[in-house]
């Protein structure tokens, strides 16, 4: 296997692991999300009780997972654009139009590389 493909492959595992904190935080964003609600229709949700749930660091984490699922999913598209384009001589375009994404954000996304060399 290529460097290239060691390297797509890696980052899909760091992606997949982000997307599973993500969905993790989620569903306990979810749950403290129906507790609101039970709070708001018996007429106790209040400053204290949002604070108690949990909603500051709640909060931060779910933030936190979000920018880390968007870190990870960057550096997938980094390196398909890599492998693709190195290995497989495939137009930055192309591979834009796999991803659905707009010419000029593939263009920027192949040239990303390059830059931070």
Same mark, same amino acid.
């Given at each position: 296997m290529s460097q290239a493909s060691e390297r797509l492959v890696h980052r899909i595992s760091e992606? &997949? /692991?982000?997307?599973? /904190?993500? $969905?993790? @935080?989620? #569903? #306990?964003? @979810?749950?403290?999300?129906? &507790?609101a609600a039970r709070g708001v229709e018996s007429g106790n949700l209040t400053p204290d009780a949002?604070?108690?749930g +949990?909603? =500051?660091?709640?909060?931060v984490d779910l933030t936190d997972a979000l920018a /880390?699922?968007?870190?990870? $999913?960057?550096?997938v598209r980094l390196a398909l654009f890599a492998f693709m +384009? #190195? &290995?497989q001589d495939t137009s930055t375009a192309e591979i +834009? $139009? %796999?991803?659905?994404i707009s010419r000029q954000?593939? %263009?920027? #996304?192949?040239? /990303? =590389? @390059?830059? %931070? %060399?």
């Open positions: 992606l &997949e /692991e982000s997307n599973d /904190e993500l $969905r993790e @935080k989620l #569903l #306990l964003h @979810k749950r403290a999300l129906r &507790e949002v604070r108690s +949990g909603a =500051p660091a709640m909060r /880390e699922f968007e870190r990870a $999913r960057h550096q +384009g #190195l &290995e +834009g $139009r %796999s991803l659905g954000l593939a %263009s920027r #996304l192949a040239q /990303e =590389p @390059k830059q %931070s %060399s």
